[in-house]
Protein backbone atom coordinates (compact mmCIF):
# COMPACT_ATOMS: atom_id res chain seq x y z
CA UNK A 1 0.00 0.00 0.00
CA UNK A 2 1.60 3.23 -1.14
CA UNK A 3 1.55 6.72 0.73
CA UNK A 4 -1.32 7.68 -2.21
CA UNK A 5 -3.87 4.35 -0.75
CA UNK A 6 -3.18 5.45 2.34
CA UNK A 7 -4.30 9.26 1.91
CA UNK A 8 -6.99 8.13 -0.22
CA UNK A 9 -8.71 6.06 2.27
CA UNK A 10 -8.21 8.76 4.84
CA UNK A 11 -9.91 11.24 2.69
CA UNK A 12 -12.56 9.30 1.90
CA UNK A 13 -13.37 8.40 5.45
CA UNK A 14 -13.27 12.16 6.35
CA UNK A 15 -15.83 13.00 3.71
CA UNK A 16 -17.87 10.07 5.19
CA UNK A 17 -17.73 12.20 8.80
CA UNK A 18 -15.60 8.33 9.91
CA UNK A 19 -13.76 8.64 13.19
CA UNK A 20 -11.68 6.07 12.85
CA UNK A 21 -9.66 4.86 9.83
CA UNK A 22 -8.46 1.15 9.75
CA UNK A 23 -6.02 0.24 7.08
CA UNK A 24 -5.52 -3.30 7.61
CA UNK A 25 -8.11 -5.99 8.74
CA UNK A 26 -6.04 -6.97 11.83
CA UNK A 27 -6.25 -3.63 13.29
CA UNK A 28 -9.88 -3.64 12.93
CA UNK A 29 -10.24 -6.97 13.88
CA UNK A 30 -8.36 -5.65 17.15
CA UNK A 31 -10.17 -2.55 17.86
CA UNK A 32 -13.25 -4.22 17.44
CA UNK A 33 -12.01 -7.08 20.17
CA UNK A 34 -10.88 -4.32 22.02
CA UNK A 35 -14.69 -2.53 21.89
CA UNK A 36 -16.63 -5.24 22.08
CA UNK A 37 -14.83 -7.46 24.55
CA UNK A 38 -12.68 -5.22 26.98
CA UNK A 39 -12.20 -7.30 29.62
CA UNK A 40 -11.39 -10.18 27.33
CA UNK A 41 -8.78 -8.33 25.37
CA UNK A 42 -7.41 -6.50 28.46
CA UNK A 43 -6.81 -10.45 30.68
CA UNK A 44 -5.28 -11.76 27.44
CA UNK A 45 -2.95 -8.43 26.97
CA UNK A 46 -1.95 -8.48 30.43
CA UNK A 47 -1.30 -12.31 30.55
CA UNK A 48 0.83 -12.19 27.43
CA UNK A 49 2.75 -9.61 29.49
CA UNK A 50 2.75 -10.90 32.94
CA UNK A 51 3.87 -14.28 31.38
CA UNK A 52 6.66 -12.80 29.32
CA UNK A 53 5.47 -13.96 25.91
CA UNK A 54 3.56 -10.43 24.22
CA UNK A 55 6.88 -9.26 22.52
CA UNK A 56 7.43 -12.49 20.76
CA UNK A 57 3.65 -12.95 19.69
CA UNK A 58 3.76 -9.44 18.42
CA UNK A 59 6.85 -9.77 17.03
CA UNK A 60 5.67 -12.86 15.11
CA UNK A 61 2.50 -11.35 14.02
CA UNK A 62 4.84 -8.07 12.93
CA UNK A 63 6.40 -10.26 10.74
CA UNK A 64 3.74 -12.10 9.17
CA UNK A 65 2.34 -8.44 8.35
CA UNK A 66 -0.72 -8.69 10.39
CA UNK A 67 0.27 -5.71 12.83
CA UNK A 68 2.64 -2.52 11.63
CA UNK A 69 6.49 -3.35 11.76
CA UNK A 70 8.02 -0.64 13.79
CA UNK A 71 11.46 -1.12 11.55
CA UNK A 72 8.97 0.21 8.95
CA UNK A 73 9.03 3.87 10.74
CA UNK A 74 10.18 7.48 8.73
CA UNK A 75 13.99 8.15 9.18
CA UNK A 76 15.39 9.00 12.36
CA UNK A 77 13.35 6.83 14.19
CA UNK A 78 15.04 4.97 17.20
CA UNK A 79 15.02 0.86 16.87
CA UNK A 80 16.03 -1.81 19.21
CA UNK A 81 18.56 -3.40 16.62
CA UNK A 82 17.62 -6.68 18.41
CA UNK A 83 14.13 -6.40 17.50
CA UNK A 84 15.01 -5.40 13.64
CA UNK A 85 16.66 -8.58 13.75
CA UNK A 86 13.95 -10.56 14.83
CA UNK A 87 11.34 -8.86 12.18
CA UNK A 88 13.75 -9.81 9.65
CA UNK A 89 13.97 -13.60 10.18
CA UNK A 90 16.20 -13.86 13.32
CA UNK A 91 15.72 -14.71 16.34
CA UNK A 92 14.79 -13.52 20.07
CA UNK A 93 17.72 -13.59 22.25
CA UNK A 94 17.57 -15.14 25.50
CA UNK A 95 16.71 -13.14 28.96
CA UNK A 96 19.64 -13.37 30.49
CA UNK A 97 22.05 -13.17 27.33
CA UNK A 98 23.98 -9.50 27.74
CA UNK A 99 25.39 -7.52 24.71
Known amino acids: MTAHDIAEKVVRAVEKNR???????????????KRLLPKIYF????F????E???PVFMLLAR??????????????ELN?????????G???????SF
Not at 19 to 26: A, I, K, R
Not at 48 to 51: A, D, G, K, P, T
Open 91 to 97: TLPDKNQ
Open 64 to 77: NGLIWRPYERGAGA
Open 19 to 33: LYVFLQLSAKILWMN
Open 48 to 51: LYRH
Open 53 to 55: IAE
Open 43 to 46: SLLS
Open 81 to 89: PVRVAFLQG
